[in-house]
């Protein structure tokens, strides 16, 4: 074979060295395995990231006919959730009957929150296909519904300490 004749690109390259051959002190690492982070600094500075926690919301259907639903669970926050039901539910037929003569066929959707106390708070109609009558007379009747305190286990699950409900009324 012939012999390799040096140019100038071989002529300028480094020469490399090879690398000493490993000590029995030196641990071999597997390839596959990489290297440990080392541990984070410990510093003083509060952290800004806030992960987004959307709120929970429970949906209901209240009705002049039928029977009022709710998706509840055999839980502490599920039972719960039937009590805001049934409190609503009451107070709601209350305030229909009373103003009952000038409802007309309709629907609407509210939302709203209860507090700690079992208040309501920031009730609101997000849809509506009803007159005037029905949506004060709903908002009324949701607003002075006698629910009972939330207790502490379901308050410190809750976000902000307050649940969202989403009710459907329908009027037929």
Known sequence: PPEEV??????SRPEVE??????EADEPRP????REPSPPRAEAVEPT?????????TVGTLSNLGVSAMDVAETPIGHYKKEVLQAVERSWHLARR???DF???????VRFSIDRRGRVVRARVLKEDANAIMVDFSLAGIKAAKIPPMP????EAVP?????FDFNIIIY
């Open 160 to 164: 902000d300490g307050e649940m969202d």
């Open 31 to 34: 390839p596959d395995r990489p």
């Open 152 to 155: 502490d286990e379901i308050f």
């Open 103 to 109: 409802a007309t066929f309709g629907s609407m959707k």
């Open 49 to 57: 990231f806030q992960p987004h926690t959307p709120k929970k919301r």
């Open 98 to 100: 009373a103003h009952g």
């Open 18 to 23: 090879e690398a000493p051959p490993e000590t």
């Open 6 to 11: 040096p140019t100038a690109e071989t002529e």
